[in-house]
């Protein structure tokens, strides 16, 4: 399984960006996905999870009502939607596939991870 994020980049505060992270083979169906992000210094945080099962979505707290999760299941692709950018959203951003179908925000229930990319939000 190969999960290869993109569209990572450099933005002014209020800005927006749209990450991708495509899923190579059949291994995209059946399973939650997920986006978690690590500033420097600092732990892993969980941003967003869609379940496989009607596309439940969670956020945390800190980019709820700002970022939006979504999947293209033809196309193996995760998106993160990211508007009203903050400078403290400065981090390196993962997307992950999960073990089963329901979405978690614990990062111990993805199986699989994709290499990252660099969000960077300046004020």
Do not use: H
Not at 88 to 104: I, K, L, N, P, Q
């Amino acid at each position: 399984v190969q999960l290869q994020a993109s569209g990572g980049g450099l933005v002014q505060a209020g800005g927006s960006l749209t990450l991708s992270c495509a899923a190579s083979g059949r291994t995209f169906s059946g399973y939650a996905m997920g986006w978690f992000r690590q500033a420097p210094g600092k732990e892993r945080e969980f941003v967003a999870a869609i379940s496989w099962n009607y596309g439940l979505t969670y956020y945390g707290d800190s980019v709820k009502g700002r970022f939006t999760i979504s999947r293209d299941s033809a196309k193996n692709t995760l998106y993160l939607q990211m508007n009203s950018l903050k400078p403290e959203d400065t981090a390196v951003y993962y997307c992950a596939r999960g073990a089963g179908w329901a979405a978690s925000r614990l990062g111990g229930d993805y199986s699989y991870w994709g290499q990252g990319t660099q969000v960077t939000v300046s004020s």
